[in-house]
């Protein structure tokens, strides 16, 4: 599925810290909902029901409650009969600002950050899945690497940044001028101090 997106929209990462809308994303429905319309830009409830497979009635509800809580937003219709939807963000971090103290908050957003690795597990086996029949071009530029680092945490933070930062100019909501054969890419950065380590 091609990103399709009218326009590219500015950069704009957002952290979700108010409890309301982080409860609002520990829906399995809606956090695929908005994963959806981030990676590939303004979609209808029908093109989302495709997407996640659910029907389209039951996605425009939940996009609704998403739009309650200020994670998308109604788009211009070019047709006056659809409805698409759009992402405010182009990128989400969840959970309490550093430094403050909100322990719903913080529930809340571990909640959601497990079925977001639930949901990028899915994903990542149904690409095992998918990979032997790509084209041979995409088979070869795709990538599963793990590696364990001996990092300090003021390193950990330096190399997620770097990387970070190579990785934005590709954001698919963002990127204005992607060559004609692009396609929206799962890339997931995972670090974290080994849970065997000390």
Not at 72 to 92: F, I, K, M, Q, Y
Not at 125 to 151: F, I, K, M, T, V
Request: proline share 7%; net charge neutral.
């Amino acid at each position: 599925m091609s990103f399709t997106s009218p326009s590219a929209v500015p950069e704009r990462r957002v952290r979700v810290s108010d409890p309301r809308a982080l409860r609002a994303l520990a829906h399995p429905l809606r956090l695929a909902l908005l994963d959806h319309v981030m990676a590939f830009g303004e979609q209808t409830a029908a093109q989302c029901a495709q997407a996640v497979g659910s029907t389209a009635s039951n996605c425009s509800y939940h996009l609704r409650a998403l739009a309650r809580v200020g994670l998308v937003e109604p788009a211009a219709s070019s047709d006056g009969r659809e409805r698409p939807w759009r992402s405010v963000a182009t990128g989400l971090e969840f959970g309490p600002e550093r430094g403050t103290d909100s322990p719903a908050a913080s529930v809340a957003a571990r909640a959601v950050d497990e079925l977001e690795l639930g949901r990028e597990e899915e994903l990542t086996r149904r690409a095992l899945n998918r990979h032997p029949g790509l084209p041979a071009s995409w088979q070869a530029a795709e990538a599963r690497h793990s590696y364990g680092l001996r990092l300090t945490p003021d390193e950990l933070a330096g190399l997620v940044e770097a990387i970070d930062g190579l990785v934005r100019p590709y954001i698919a909501l963002t990127r204005v001028r992607a060559p004609a054969d692009a396609e929206v890419v799962l890339l997931r950065l995972l670090a974290f101090l080994h849970p065997q380590a000390q």
